[in-house]
């Protein structure tokens, strides 16, 4: 991000990158109802009328107003669609979202047609010392259009479960023709071995201020499950009663969700008829054995993994991975960026059908998984300059990281070094679970 | 209710009655966009889409299950738009009628018109004692429909209001050619006599079961407000520092919304550029000193009496009427029912701009006053039976009664003796200020 | 209260007066341990070194600052004791009272005992106007003190409550010598004629501002319980389902607390080993058949009233009674001002083992009955003046009048006209169920 | 804890340790009012009669009940003295333990002697493997007890704090006849080398549990503050606008606190007649400008090292140090475990008058110093066995690490490995500020 390097000065390059994304986030529009664009399900489920704004404010506000064209209709709307940013002015609550009538939707997509073709015009236009500034502003507004693609994915999903199960929720799309395995590779513990190695963005290219400072870090021996957990074994943990066993879940969790049964599955599942169904993009589903558990909080992450380690011998010292230990197992294993990822267009988890043996599956694509590590500054971190100051940096503070993309995220936007975070007790993201564990270097052989 | 007696076994009639409510509310609901039907912006104002399915729900629940034709149309949509009758079966929370994507507009407007096609058909078709129960159900059925036509008016003006005042607020309906006063008639109490006199359904005819049980009352002397309280006399109270003199508030909502600045002015009352606006149905206008002040509460309605009544010698004793002393009042002076109704398009309560000497002004329509009574049974009080029991007796409790209809009130809605409550903090409905004292026979000529 | 002319200039009596009322509260205290003194179990019920310095600051306040001494102490302490009354400046928030270490009990005591001296030494000595306006004021100052004696029991009978049932739940008094009666009167219905009738207090002597206006009132005929609803009685409600009921519960007591199902009995009862017990002043009691239910809110006894409506003919009707219903029943069958009040030492509501035949019994003492009566302003009332205008008109708002007094009230406190007032969720004040009917006089003879 | 090899079956040692603590215990609580024994000012601030049983409770339940002498006294009260344990069973609502009276302060303090006769009798007679067991229990429950003398410290700092300053707050002790320094020492940073670096119990003896696995970790070069930051360099922060400035602020916090204004200073600041004044359990103190600040949250540490570090060229690149970092130069500069601890009476931090070149000084004592670090398991993290398992690991999460101990800190229950955590928003503990920064190792020379 700070390096720019890879963004020559091609003009041609930069406005194709911006109408892909421009399109692509278009593209999943187009199924919405009007009603559906209006629906604000929760404080954190924006309704997509101003997710197709807000993303168009971002050029508007932090690159049309400095270098570009910049009309009444931007000042008009500029305190609805600033998310959070002090530094940009005032901003409406973020639970009012879903208040607002107006901008109607025909007017939240003349808007964005119209930042779109003044950004479309500056492009190809801008010059020398302009050009650079666009280059650099241009790369971090469409990284932040790509974000909220898989953000709407998400919302989409949350909107349409706020309907009851039945005639009343339907699917945001048809069924992919996805020849699912019927079941998954076995489990299996690869080991990695410890040392001091290099974290952060070692592969180049843009990347975020909070993957930036590459940095060493001393990691001990330790192994990491060959895929994600899957449905079923999550509920052998269901089934044995993990949900009302206090010992296994933190503290503020328990006493937030536990104690009162808010929850006893994951997000998303009804027991209908004595059977677990799911709720997915293309409709209510069966809970697959053999699918990656998905839709899980943090705590769900650690009382499994807990669970897990205490009643499988196999599993003696399972845990959540660290977020470094998901990045050195990923690079080691040098799994290529491709998958199952938004472009499948199947906005579901695979089952890991087949894995190549000694190196890890799914870690791209399908599901975020949680890892141990609260979200921190990397050691020299730098935040970004200016009005983007507060893009990152101050939600540094009690979530947890996140690696490896899901099936929402777009495939252009993912890497080895990304750092996604959300609060523990998030789970209306494509989040899973992976084990991992420490592992004595005598007794197997290292990665 | 009980009382049928006026609905003669005509079916055209009926008909013609059931029609006619249908396209006065249907007609009201022209003006709406796709979005703004379906916004809640507080839990007790319901978004458009569910409004108009509930007033049909109720013919299908309460008519054709029973009666006429029940299809499994009906039996998907009875949870969602059941109100807050626990014997009719499960119902939604009030809160999360705006959550919901589905059913769509146009599905909600195909249902309203198949409940539609069955009730015509039914009133065509039946015959004898199922005739008599259609005409006694339909009755209620349509006066429901017409206070869901008010609530509806209320419930849009707080919807676009949620919108920042400027271009993004646009006004429900053209501004009235209304040639409107230029001022109001002088301020003057007309003493009526005390004594035992009979209250409730005295004029016959249809009514809800909280007017029905005609009983005597004693009324000490007392006087009333020739007209309802102007925007320029709460501006005097506003100005003189009402709002912050604990000495004029009842302690719950002191508490409540006084102490801490909540309330400052009456609801949607806004100072731009140092002078007073108000949000209307036809957009921002002026503070008229003229015009009757509206959408206050019970307790701002309290204050301003009390601080009338300690600032003006010639209101000392002022306070809100009874609302038998209010019902008396209008039928001693035989006030005929017209006035500025729903029916005249405006949306908004016009001045009083001239008075029969004698004879109170602004009785029925313009807007509802709060009156000093509690909302309770009167004696012998009898509910509606069955399903319909909780239709009015279960808020009898903490709640005051407002008498007089208002400019959003359809004018066959309203009788002398109709009774309208809400919980005292209510600030969204058309609500006003008439103030009465008590009088002392000697001193002026009783009325 | 604005008549003193029962206050003669005798400085003897007033001075007996005072005394008395100081000694009959402080002897309330004499069993309380240093801990009990600080506890507050929930915001209305305070701790007891507040209530005997509140009490005495009432007489700093209200008398000394204007007729006597006031000392450095009493404006130390004045923002402490000040309940709720803005004219006489800043007070703590009622919640915050147990949270203070200071004044410590002693200085509390010390308090108390400095404001008695001077009062003593200014009753001793005001003379011509001053003695005039002393006796005005502390007329009002003791019945303050009055109406702590009896919250002070409530208070600690709530406060004692919250420790765990056995061991540690130490009884305040030695349970009576009270030869309990085994059963009860049957019940049954004393009728009364309706008409015109006067209301307030007709007694006369001094009374409380709310009871003073005296003003006619129009009634119907009713009938009212010979006695009050026993613990059997209302058990068969309990046993009836009566809590699981929708039907029986008003509105916004259903939505509170019996849709959660946090009410389920009587408070302070308590199933063990299969049977109800109750807590009491003196111990953990059988909850007894004949003894009058206890500690109901408003929502219970009106539900108690509906379901017994419904469930037994010879109650069809059966509701509660208005004050004034309960006014005049007691005026007309000239029930004496004595029965089971404070000086009985007994804190518990006795059996109704007899009863003169057509007097109601229990009218006045064991338990306060609440009537359906929102506690409103008399016709012509008039607040006390000044800084005491708090005392009882901010209140008169969604409160339920109760009255007769009960097991706890100083007899000498207790009048005909006399009006308690409490939200209608109150349940750790002394109240009872007796039930009323409309009554038709042909078939009964009217009282 | 694991590790006893320290505690040999020196059976007098262990009566003399045991004895030692409950005097120390006991004699912090000599100067506690009855009343103050009851006060809960907020939920995490328990009543001193509780911490007092609580301690005693440690050894009944961990040590008698397995070991020794359990009566039906310990059963009695286990209930309300279990904190928050669920493998031992229910436990009051920590809010509700200001709420009770009972059991009164002397059957609190006869409670705890009970459980002292009985653990002197079981430490004088344990035999071979008993001892062992009781050895190792042993350990535990006085360390537990030591951690609860610095909590009634704060604890009882905070009761006081509620009464209104003035007569009312008196202070806990004399003020020391401190010769408190008039500067600090000029601040400075001292560089340590970076390298991988082992972490943890490496002092060997008794620890917690969450310090016990040894680990190497990889520290690049950094250098820390030679002493506390200083109430005058925090005043300046304070008059630089630092709590109004949302860009210094994680968004956490100043949603919750900032940005309505509930923090403009450190807690028991008071601005009284222009001068800043601080409350100590010495009673009112105006803030010196040398000494430490005190009672920060992890969020103003924060918020003031992003300030200090823009503000001051000096201090480019300034932060709070991680634990780690702590650690590494409390380790490097060999500082012994000495300083201003609970023993010094003195229950406030001192002024760092002077320092060896080159030594940080204040690094143990006088405050705990947030750290960056949210506390998290180290790698290989064992939790104690059976019911105690509960004791730390549960609550490894959204919490953030303080090193160094505090005038309120037993000097026997510190070490350099020492772990102490507490939420980000807490200031009611002995907390204060010391800086890092990233160091240019060519630039300066390292430590």
Redesign the interface.
């Known amino acids: 991000m700070i390096e720019c390097s890879s963004m020559e000065e091609n003009r041609e390059e930069m406005l194709a990158r911006f109408i892909g994304a421009q399109r692509q986030f278009e593209a999943l529009l187009t199924p919405l ?9 929760t404080v954190e489920a924006s309704p997509p ?1 101003w997710s197709l704004m807000h993303t168009a404010w971002f050029y508007s506000r932090n690159i049309l107003m400095e270098l570009g064209e910049y009309l009444p209709l931007d000042r ?1 709307y500029d ?2 669609l600033n998310s ?1 940013y ?2 940009l002015g005032p901003y409406l609550d973020q639970g ?1 979202r ?8 025909n007017r939240a997509y003349a808007y964005r047609s119209s930042v779109h073709e003044r950004m479309t015009r500056l492009i190809l236009t801008a010059t020398g010392k302009e050009l650079e500034r666009l280059a650099f502003l241009l790369e971090i507004a469409i990284n932040h259009e790509e974000q909220h693609m898989e953000l709407f994915l998400t919302e989409i999903k949350r ?2 479960a ?3 199960v ?5 699917p945001y799309c048809a069924p992919p023709p996805f020849l699912s395995a019927t079941e998954a590779v076995a489990a299996e513990f690869l080991p990695f071995g410890g040392g ?1 190695y290099e974290f952060g963005n070692l592969e180049g290219g843009w990347c975020w201020d909070n993957e930036l400072a590459v ?4 990691l ?1 021996d330790f192994a990491i499950m060959n895929r994600l957990v899957t449905n079923g074994e999550y509920l052998e943990f269901m089934e044995d009663g993990g949900y009302e066993d ?2 296994l ?6 006493d937030a969700v536990i104690k009162k049964g808010l929850w006893r599955s994951p997000l998303y599942w009804e027991k209908i008829d004595g059977a677990w169904w799911t709720w997915t993009l293309s409709g209510m589903k069966r809970v697959e054995p053999h699918e990656p558990v998905c839709h899980v909080s943090f705590y769900e992450a650690h009382a499994y993994a807990l669970w897990k380690s205490r009643n499988d011998a196999h599993y003696r010292g399972a845990r959540l991975p660290t977020e470094r230990e998901w990045e050195l197992a990923a690079r080691a294993s040098r799994v290529p960026i491709s998958g199952n990822f938004l472009e499948s267009g199947q906005y579901h988890p695979s089952s890991a059908a087949k894995a190549v043996p000694g190196v890890p599956a799914q870690m791209l694509g399908d599901l975020w998984v949680w890892t ?1 590590s ?1 979200y ?1 500054p990397y ?2 971190y730098k935040p970004l300059p200016a009005g983007l ?2 893009y990152n940096s ?5 979530q947890r990281v996140l690696r490896g993309g899901s099936c929402a995220t777009p495939v252009g936007h993912m890497r080895l070094s990304y750092r996604n975070f959300w609060q ?1 007790l998030t789970r209306f993201q494509f989040t899973g679970i992976r084990l991992a564990m ?1 592992f004595d270097r005598e007794g197997t052989h290292a990665g």
Do not use: C
């Not at 879903?98 to 939707?105: F, H, I, V």
């Not at 940095?215 to 001393?218: F, L, T």
């Not at 879940?249 to 328990?254: C, E, F, G, I, Q």
């Open positions: 109802t009007a009603e559906e664009h209006r629906i604000q399900p009328w008009l305190p609805l959070y002090h530094a009012l879903g208040k607002l009538a107006e901008p109607a939707n909107i349409k706020e309907n009851p039945g005639e009343l929720r339907l001091l940095h060493s870090y001393h001990r206090f010992s879940w933190l503290s503020s969790a328990y141990a609260h921190e050691p020299g100051v507060e101050k939600f540094m503070n009690n523990a420490d």
